[in-house]
């Protein structure tokens, strides 16, 4: 929702939104959901604060969850995590 309203022009409106959201994403006690209700609110926002919510769900489910967002907002940074794990493996 805070998206369609930033769309629209309502930046001030939406970024309120985009607060109550991560507010309400922070009350869910489920660590798997909460990750996934941060990890969708992190779609919506813009950087840096997109980064902190990837930073909060990596710290709290699978890294699974939020690496397809991770991958389109820094697709490089993907890149230089999965060249570390593939080098190591061929050690």
Not at 52 to 58: D, K
Request: hydrophobic fraction near 50%.
């Amino acid at each position: 929702m805070a998206g369609a309203v930033a769309r629209a022009g309502g930046r001030e409106r939406a970024a309120a939104l985009a607060a109550d959201a991560e507010h309400i994403a922070r009350t869910i006690t489920n660590p798997y959901q909460q990750a996934q209700a941060m990890t969708e609110l992190a779609k919506t926002v813009g950087l840096p604060r997109a980064d902190y919510l990837l930073g909060r769900a990596f710290a709290l489910g699978s890294w699974l969850t939020p690496l397809l967002v991770l991958a389109k907002i820094h697709p490089q940074q993907v890149i230089r995590i999965a060249d570390a794990v593939y080098t190591d493996d061929r050690s």
